[in-house]
């Protein structure tokens, strides 16, 4: 079974920095697209970034800049470093093993892990 392990997350104040971490179990990171989702109470599940196998990255147009998505593959490990964090970027982030509407679907419900959550005050 696919398992995720996000943790990292914690209480920041606004342009205060967090990196987080997604650690795998039953597959291998480095073979898929990794993405980090996020949902904010009352909010959907989006897609903040996302890393390919052969290490293309996708950002979000609101994190452009401030947000790196990294992989180590001997860790099997996925990480999220966060930069110049905003208030309305509290919210619980979760990593997924792919990405795509299903996935969207799926991953703010806990699928594949439970989240950490990262809380940012102004």
């Known amino acids: 079974d696919v398992h995720l392990v996000e943790s990292g997350g914690g209480s920041v104040q606004a342009g205060g920095s967090l990196r987080l971490s997604c650690t795998a179990s039953?597959?291998?990171?480095?073979?898929?697209?990794m993405g980090w989702y996020r949902q904010a109470p009352g909010n959907d599940c989006e897609l903040v970034s996302s890393i390919s196998s052969d290490r293309g990255t996708y950002y979000a147009d609101s994190v452009q800049v401030r947000l790196t998505i990294s992989q180590d593959n001997a860790k099997n490990t996925v990480y999220q470093r966060m930069n110049s964090l905003k208030p309305e970027e509290t919210a619980v982030y979760y990593c997924?093993?792919?990405?795509?509407?299903?996935?969207?679907?799926?991953?703010?419900?806990?699928?594949w892990g439970q989240g950490t959550q990262v809380t940012v005050s102004s």
């Open positions: 039953g597959f291998t990171s480095d073979d898929s697209y």
């Open positions: 997924a093993p792919g990405v795509g509407r299903d996935i969207a679907t799926m991953v703010c419900f806990g699928y």
